[in-house]
């Protein structure tokens, strides 16, 4: 393909313009002859005449390429191009920032954009360059991420001329610096240098007609990393700082803008010594006649300025004498000579200024009054004072003051600098460079020289860096390419700075005594001459021209010497070291005496030639640190940042292109493009570029194991020369202008495609049409004609209607008329009659009315009347009784005072104290009582005793073996009569084998049968089908048998637990109804000796002989809150049920066994359990006859008797059942062993065993409804104990309380006194012997077990049971109470512990607790054993326990947390925990507000001593932190699966396409290479997977279901958050179909929320933002959808709306774009919103920003006193009580 051919008949080009630069054009006919004919935007035509085809005119990119975040992305690189998508992206999107290849281009848009903020620091933050728009943060993020992966320094060049935004960019870099490396150190030393920023641009900063704050100076900030990659210091170097601008502004421009904040703060009283005033009194500031800044306070920045200086550690006294010393400099200023005569200049004595200055400086008036105006000549050994000229005066003053400001200069850059500094040695940094562009103005001198030197120097490290990145790239693909040329200024640098050359020789020319500024010229003119890039004006003699990289300066030679030499008088610096301000002193004797550390001495030179060798130039100042700083540069790897200046006039968003391109060629962005376009500017990776062209190729060319061979093919049908295009090793690499070529035929295949398609689905449409037409036709035709005929027989059907109608309508009016007459006459008659009746009756009323008024005024005044003689009598009376009650009342004081009246009231309490003795003697008897069980113990350790002695014995005697036999035989005959009583079992069995053998035989009759059939199937079909049918068919049943099986056994355990806890609780409210009756002694049932549970952790029980034994009939089942819920596989042999049955069957055995296996000790389990019966039976009986008075007791005995008998029927039958089943399955198995031998796979071919299973399922139904029933009746029976058991509680309390009323009733008396003391004292000794009971009884529990052990190892030797043994037990059953058991005791809900323990309890409850093991316990189980602790603190009332152990509880969780706070369980175990303990403290606070669900029992455990509010608030504070610590974790596992999941996920692959990507494209970035992230297709269900697993994580923890929708609602908000932000900075994403399946992708988090039922809770109203993001992508964008859109997009702010329709690009040629008329009117729409709101200013969404967390009360329903200690925890220190 030529380039001929692109240039046809409407092809798009760029015609050179003298006003626009760049004019676009489309060719009107084909190129022919070397003639161009085109036609412009406006209509206008031309015709061009070329030379040849190589000054063609560049072509235009397609519009699909037009705005593309990388110049080098398009497909045409040239000037026009760049020009014209800077322009694009500028003006019509708002993006300042474009990438060019490695380049950052950055647009000062002179406008506030909020784009700097956290929220996109955080979103850049860990993205390569070309993932997001670009940005200066993008840039900034890719030097920090390189410093960290190559472990090199890094730099960031920022430069442009003034007014280009060079300072800002440079800022917003560190800023980001100091964001993402901040340290953890004290110093905050990123705080440090973001603070200096104000404090450089107060003193380095003015306003110049180019820019409001340009920055007078260059810097190179370091910022110092450690090896974390933290911030750890900082070091600045200047360059060149215009002095001049002190004491001389242009027209239009002002001072340093400190100058003017002192001006602006001299009101302030710290300040009012300085004596300033109004910036127009100074000569220093008013030069410019511009001292106000728009927008500029100059008083905010000038505390602000303070601020950072008191920052960075600079004390008041420090800025007082910094502010003193600017201050004198401008009171210097207005110092005015007076010229005298002759050639001399004196002061005025009376010139206030030089009197302020000299004050203010801390120097002598006569002084510097002196040397302002003369100065020195040294002459051999002779010193002469000579006078100054008015001109000379002045240029001395405006020396010295200049002087002056650049050391203060220096000197805060030190402290600045010194405050940076890091202590140790820094590991890695990342310096950013803020120098001057290129300048060329009307006059140039010695500043814009140095400065475009400057330039020259970088732009050559910038073609060098540029060209080193471009090869490797190739050599990396592995491509062949010519190496290209590109400019190289180093004969420019050759020029200023070699040997002879400008500087050289101007240095020179400063050492000569009479040297001037035209003398050096000539001298240029001279020796430069042989240099191409020298030259000298035509028409001036003073001026020399230079060829610089981006223009030709001229330069003129007037004042470069003396800018050069910088010289100050002597005389005045000697008056300034001087001074009486100690920091004036500090800056001229410093820095001599570092000057001369650096000199080197040189012997053979005379002394004054030795001092002017120690002075250095300017020029060579600057030529030496601009050379350091090049090393520096070029030492690290530089990144580029070029800022451009849009206009001069300083509005926002309007593009200058003449402006610009000069720009461009300056600052080295067309030498970038130029050198790109050279090679191979456009890159594809194989994938890209087939899902991109796949529409040019066919099928059969596709290879998708090898991509790299099917883009050959591709490219081979449409390139036929190969340099326009190479392969490398995962890139395609084509040259310029063939992207767009391609997309040309892509853009006709897809024409062709769409005709085509238009094509069949016209014809489709019309032939449709015509049918329909037709149809429509006929149809009308056959109901026209129906009408017709309709119509006619309607209209007969009317004539015959209207004379029927005329006829009743005549009849009618006739009937009506008749009607109203006899109406008429009725109405008179009836109104006549009704008048007269009225008048009647009006009359009789008024009689009446008479009548009842004068009845009513009659009894009116007979009342009146007697009230009147009550009163008198009344009064009459009151007055006697009061006589007398006052005569009764002087008796009766009389009489109280006598002895005998206190003797009768003293009487009633002395009745009452006897009583209260009486009771006193009560207790003592009761104590006596139980001193009685100290006896019955001493009486069983002599029975201990004697069982050790019968050991001895038994090893030593050997008659004791007759004996046993005898014992034995003896125990054989009780077992014979236990026999007897169960023979209605045998009976039972007997049957149920009858039944069996009846099973059998019909089994064997089917098994014949099934043996026909069988022989009749192998014919048919092979054997092998056959076994695999039936074995399939029978796995398939047995599974379901075993998993009904599994079912049915789990409902059974169920039922049993629930009718051991009922039987439970019957035991306690037995013992709640015996201690309410009012005994007096420690009485305890014996009715939970059925209990199942044979392996009990309590204190204390009930032992029994046999109760081992016992407990191997019924598994046990730990019904504690706090125990470790076992799912243990094995089961007793009582218990055995069809999962004992082995149902295996190996695939490699034809066979199928069937293992049952059937108890063996059936006999003697039922023997035992009869004893354990009759046991029960005595306890029982002993309890009724100790209590025969007692109604209730015996009612509530037979029921519980009723109860346990149904149980043991129960039991027994479930015994038979398994038995009968186990028999049946044992007698088929070895039946079908016996008929089939191999093949036992037939027996259930017709389902057999699934019929037998289900008629046992049946039966456990039964049971099961049995059970429930006797349940309910329990209950009911419980309820009215229950209510029984309240009204004695209340009884109790009322008689206490009267009790109480009394004794404290009185005046203290000396015998209440001493009774109180003998309650107390009896009651603490009543206590005490409790324990000791206790403790004893713990003791016998041991004894006991020692006496079981030693029966144990007599019969294991041949003997039976000891006949001590057993009548030790008979007898203390029949005699005296049984043993407390403390798990029937009333629990008071706490756990007693000692002091010195409480760090063991907090070490087992809190550091050492792992969350795989808490997740077995009660959810909250921690907090409940801590609370339980805390009511104890609180019971005792002990305030420093209790403050001890909330401060060692509070501290353990935060050190837990800390030490684990990347351990999702663990932070959720303890969030739950925490909250559960701060619900516990509010529960039982006993605030009415948080008991209202509360039962009476829990209301009675509230805390009486202390109010823990203050704790309740810390614990508050602490769950907000780790609540927060949860959603920082959730947030970091979600992070990088956001982006993938919601944006980059496509359901349809290949559905959005991708566009040609330059040099920063996503898939061109080299970090990319390095990473590995998130697979987009697998993205999604990770996402997914994470969040089902952060919840059940939360709900396996008993977390709070409040609390659980918060954290989702958090999360995803921060999946929006995360997700728009990333598509707002993401050009790529914005296009219709992307819309489409981002709402796909957020339909299925939407759907997880209804899986998880959060839904109703609006966690999914977070994800609005992003859903209306992508329906806005979808939405029609037409002027009629201005209106929807404004509404459907609520949840966006407006600047979210409008960057998302300016990002918007249509991935395809032939979808239109987003008009800019469009946007403007939806910008002007939404402007309607309310603008207050800050909502609408923001672009990006807050990624850091909480919801509020609220923590909703949560009651438990939990009691406290049902809380046990579990095994896995080591807590025995803790006592429950």
């Not at 790109?676 to 990776?685: F, L, N, Q, V």
């Not at 730990?1118 to 218990?1135: L, T």
Request: hydrophobic share 35%; net charge neutral; aromatic share 8%.
């Amino acid at each position: 393909m030529s380039v001929r051919e692109l240039y046809v008949k409407g092809a798009r080009v760029w015609i050179p313009d003298q006003e626009q630069v760049w004019r676009c054009a489309e060719l009107t006919k084909d190129y022919k002859n070397h003639l161009v004919a085109v036609i412009y935007e406006n209509s206008q035509t031309d015709d061009i005449k070329v030379k040849s085809d190589e000054h063609l005119p560049p072509l235009r990119n397609p519009d699909i390429l037009i705005g593309e975040n990388d110049l080098t992305s398009l497909s045409y690189l040239h000037e026009p191009a760049v020009l014209y998508n800077l322009q694009v992206r500028f003006c019509n999107h708002n993006a300042i920032y474009t990438y060019c290849g490695i380049v950052l281009v950055a647009i000062n848009p002179y406008e506030e954009l909020p784009i700097y903020g956290p929220d996109t620091i955080s979103a850049y933050r860990g993205h390569s360059m070309g993932d997001l728009d670009p940005h200066i943060f993008a840039v900034a993020e890719e030097a920090f991420t390189q410093m960290e992966r190559e472990n090199k320094d890094q730099s960031i060049i920022v430069s442009g001329e003034s007014g280009a935004g060079k300072t800002v960019s440079a800022k917003y870099a560190m800023r980001y610096f100091a964001s993402v490396g901040g340290s953890d150190s004290e110093t905050q030393i990123e705080k440090k240098i973001l603070a200096s920023n104000p404090i450089m641009e107060a003193i380095g900063n003015a306003k110049t007609t180019r820019n409001d704050n340009s920055s007078r100076f260059g810097k190179y900030i370091e910022l110092d990393f450690t090896r974390k990659y933290s911030i750890m210091g900082a070091n600045m170097r200047t360059y060149l700082l215009e002095k001049s601008r002190v004491v001389f502004q242009a027209p239009e421009e002002r001072n340093y803008h400190i100058f003017y904040q002192l001006c602006s703060a001299s009101s302030d009283e710290k300040l009012k010594h300085l004596k300033l005033g109004h910036q127009d009194n100074f000569h220093y500031l008013k030069q410019g006649r511009s001292p106000h800044i728009e927008g500029v306070d100059d008083a905010a920045d000038f505390q602000e300025t303070c601020r950072a200086f008191s920052l960075l550690g600079m004390n008041e006294a420090t800025q007082e004498q910094m502010f003193t010393i600017l201050a004198g400099i401008l009171h210097l200023g207005n110092v005015t000579f007076e010229e005298d005569s002759g050639d001399s200049s004196t002061i005025d004595k009376k010139d206030k200024s030089l009197h302020i200055a000299a004050e203010l400086l801390g120097i002598q008036l006569e002084d510097i009054q002196k040397w302002l105006c003369h100065r020195k000549i040294v002459s051999g050994r002779e010193v002469f004072t000579k006078p100054m000229t008015f001109t000379e005066a002045t240029f001395s003053r405006d020396a010295l003051a200049k002087h002056i400001y650049a050391k203060l200069f220096d000197w805060i850059v030190m402290q600045i600098n010194k405050c940076f500094a890091a202590t140790e040695k820094p590991f890695r940094f990342i310096g950013v460079l803020d120098i001057y562009g290129f300048e060329t103005f009307e006059i140039n001198s010695f500043e814009q020289f140095c400065i475009n030197y400057a330039n020259e120097k970088l732009q050559q490290q910038f073609n060098q860096h540029v060209f080193k990145l471009e090869q490797e790239e190739y050599v990396k693909e592995q491509i062949e390419w010519e190496f290209i040329n590109f400019y190289d200024n180093q004969p420019c640098i050759d020029l200023i700075e070699s040997k002879l050359g400008i500087l050289d020789l101007l240095d020179e020319e400063c050492r000569m005594p009479k040297g001037s500024d035209q003398s050096w010229v000539e001298k240029l003119y001279d020796k430069c001459k042989k240099w191409d890039h020298f030259s000298k004006p035509r028409l001036s003699n003073t001026s020399f021209l230079i060829s610089h990289f981006a223009d030709k300066v001229g330069y003129e030679c007037a004042g470069f010497l003396e800018k050069n030499r910088d010289t100050v008088s002597e005389d005045q610096i000697s008056i300034l070291k001087s001074s009486q301000i100690k920091l004036v002193h500090a800056l001229f004797t410093e820095r001599e005496t570092k000057a001369m550390t650096k000199v080197k001495v040189l012997p053979s030179a005379p002394p004054h030639s030795k001092s002017k060798q120690m002075k250095k130039t300017v020029g060579s100042q600057f030529r030496e640190s601009l050379n350091l700083l090049m090393l520096t540069l070029n030492s690290t790897t530089p990144h580029y940042v070029r800022c451009i200046k849009p206009n001069d006039d300083k509005m926002a968003f309007t593009f200058d292109p003449t402006r610009a391109i000069q720009q461009l060629r300056a600052c080295g962005v067309l030498e970038t493009v130029r050198i790109s376009a050279a090679g191979y500017p456009s890159r594809w990776t194989y994938n890209e570029f087939f899902c991109r062209y796949r529409v040019l190729c066919n099928s059969k060319d596709i290879k998708w194991n090898d991509m790299r061979v099917t883009c050959e093919r591709i490219i081979a049908n449409m390139i036929n020369d190969e340099d326009k295009f190479k392969f490398g090793r995962t890139k395609i690499f084509f040259r310029a202008g063939q992207v767009a070529y391609m997309e040309k035929l892509r853009a006709d295949r897809l024409s062709a495609c769409g005709v085509m398609i238009q094509k069949h689905v016209r014809m489709f449409l019309h032939r449709n049409r015509f049918r329909t037409m037709r149809k429509a036709a006929v149809t009308i035709q056959r109901y026209s004609r129906g009408t017709a005929a309709r119509r006619r027989v309607h209209h007969m059907r009317q004539t015959a209607a209207a004379i029927r109608i005329q006829a009743c309508v005549r009849g009618w009016v006739k009937f009506v008329q008749y009607r109203r007459l006899v109406y008429t006459i009725t109405q008179l008659q009836a109104h006549a009659r009704g008048a007269w009746a009225r008048k009647r009756y009006e009359h009789m009323r008024r009689v009446r009315a008479a009548i009842v008024i004068q009845k009513n005024i009659r009894s009116w005044l007979t009342r009146e009347h007697f009230k009147k003689a009550m009163l008198g009598i009344v009064i009459l009376q009151g007055m006697v009784r009061c006589f007398l009650a006052r005569k009764k009342l002087k008796k009766l004081k009389i009489e109280a005072k006598s002895v005998e009246h206190q003797k009768k009231l003293n009487k009633g309490l002395e009745n009452k104290i006897i009583s209260l003795q009486q009771k006193l003697t009560e207790m003592k008897h009761e104590n006596n009582f139980i001193k009685g069980y100290k006896e019955e113990i001493t009486v069983l350790k002599g029975h201990m005793v004697e069982m050790k002695l019968l050991e001895v014995q038994q090893k030593n005697s050997t008659n004791r073996i007759a004996e046993l036999e005898a014992k034995v035989s003896a125990l054989t005959e009780e077992v014979e009569k236990e026999r007897g009583e169960k023979m209605d079992v045998l009976t039972e069995k007997e049957q149920a084998e009858k039944d069996n053998r009846e099973i059998v035989e019909k089994l064997n009759a089917e098994n014949v049968r099934l043996s026909e059939e069988l022989e009749k199937a192998q014919k048919e079909e092979s054997k092998k089908e056959s076994e695999e049918l039936l074995r399939r068919k029978f796995e398939a049943e047995k599974q379901q048998i075993i998993m009904e099986g599994s079912d049915e056994k789990s409902a059974y355990q169920r039922l049993l637990k629930e009718f051991n806890r009922l039987e439970q609780k019957n035991d306690i409210l037995e013992e709640q109804l015996v201690r309410v009756k009012g005994s007096n002694v420690h009485k305890r049932t014996a009715s939970n000796v059925s209990n199942i549970s044979g392996a009990s952790d309590a204190p204390t029980e009930l032992v029994r002989d046999d109760a081992s034994e016992f407990s191997s009939i019924i598994g046990d089942d730990d019904i504690g809150y706090g125990s470790v819920r076992s799912r243990a596989s094995e089961f007793s042999d009582s218990s055995r049920n069809l999962e004992n049955i082995d149902w295996s069957s190996p695939s490699h055995k034809a066979n199928t066994e069937i293992k049952i296996h059937v108890p063996e000790k059936l006999q003697e389990l039922e023997m035992e359990n009869a004893k354990l019966k009759d046991d029960l039976n005595r306890l029982r009986k002993s309890i009724a006859d100790s209590e025969p008075q007692n109604n209730r007791v015996q009612e509530f005995m037979k029921q519980f008797e009723a109860l346990q008998d149904e149980l043991e029927r129960r039991r027994e039958e479930c015994i038979q059942l398994r038995t009968v089943l186990a028999n049946r399955a044992h007698d088929l198995r070895s039946l079908t062993q016996t008929s089939y031998g191999k093949d036992v796979d037939i027996v259930n071919e017709d389902g057999e065993l699934a019929l037998a299973y289900q008629t046992q399922k049946q039966v456990n139904r039964q049971l099961e409804e049995e059970l429930k029933t006797e349940k309910l009746r329990y209950r009911e029976s419980a309820s009215e104990y229950k209510g029984e058991l309240e009204r004695l509680r209340r009884d109790n309390e009322r008689q206490q309380k009267l009790l109480a009323q009394n004794l404290t009733k009185g005046d203290g008396s000396n015998p209440e006194t001493l009774l109180q003391s003998e309650i107390m004292r009896l009651t603490s000794e009543n206590l005490n012997l409790q324990g000791q009971v206790d403790s004893l009884t713990e003791q016998l529990k041991k004894y006991k077990r020692s006496l079981r052990a030693y029966a144990k190892k007599l019969k294991e030797a041949g003997g039976g049971d000891p006949p001590d043994l057993l009548d030790v037990n008979a007898t203390h059953e029949g005699e005296v109470m049984p043993v407390i058991r403390k798990k029937e005791r009333d629990y008071m809900g706490m756990f007693e512990y000692d002091r010195r323990e409480e760090m063991q309890i907090i070490r087992v409850l809190i550091y050492e607790l792992k969350p795989r093991v808490a997740v077995t316990f009660l959810p909250g189980l921690p907090a409940y054993i801590l609370f339980m602790c805390i009511r104890h603190t609180d019971h005792i009332n002990d305030d420093e326990k209790v403050r001890s152990l909330l401060n060692n509880i509070v501290n353990g969780v935060k050190r837990v947390i800390k030490k684990r706070h990347e351990d999702l369980d663990s932070t959720v175990l303890w969030l739950s925990n925490v909250l559960r303990l701060l619900h516990n403290l509010k529960q039982y606070s006993g605030d009415k507000a948080f008991q209202a669900e509360n039962t009476v029992k829990q209301n009675e455990q509230s805390l009486k001593n202390f109010d823990l509010s203050e704790y309740r608030q810390v614990l508050s504070d602490i769950a907000v932190w780790i609540y927060n610590g949860v959603i920082k974790l959730m947030e970091e596992k979600v992070q990088p699966l956001i982006v993938p999941s919601i944006l980059e996920h496509e359901a349809i692959t290949g559905l959005s396409g991708n566009k040609p990507g330059g040099m920063r494209g996503r898939a061109g970035s080299l970090a990319r290479e390095l990473e590995s992230p998130v697979e987009p297709q697998k993205a999604l269900d990770l996402l997914l997977k994470e969040m089902t697993q952060f919840y059940r994580t939360l709900a396996m923890f008993g977390t709070d279901p409040e609390l659980i929708t918060q954290v989702f609602r958090q999360i995803f908000y921060f999946i929006c958050a995360g997700s728009l932000n990333n598509l707002l900075l993401r050009k790529d994403m914005c296009h219709w179909s992307k819309g489409m399946q981002i709402r796909y992708n957020l339909s299925h988090l939407e759907q997880w929320t209804r899986d998880m039922r959060l839904h109703e809770s609006g966690v999914t109203d977070t994800l609005a933002p992003i859903i209306q993001a992508a329906q806005l992508l979808q939405a029609r964008k037409t002027d009629d959808d201005v209106h929807s859109i404004c509404d459907m997009c609520d949840k966006l702010s407006v600047s979210q709306i409008i960057k998302i329709l300016n990002l918007y690009t249509p991935a395809d040629e032939f979808e239109e774009r987003v008009p800019i008329t469009f946007i403007h009117k939806i910008q002007a729409k939404l402007q309607e919103r309310a603008e207050g709101e800050q909502a609408q200013a923001t672009l990006l969404m807050n990624t850091k920003f909480a919801f509020p967390v609220r923590f909703p009360f949560n009651p438990s329903s939990i009691h406290l006193e049902d809380v046990e200690l579990p095994e896995a925890l080591p807590l025995g220190m803790l006592k429950k009580v």
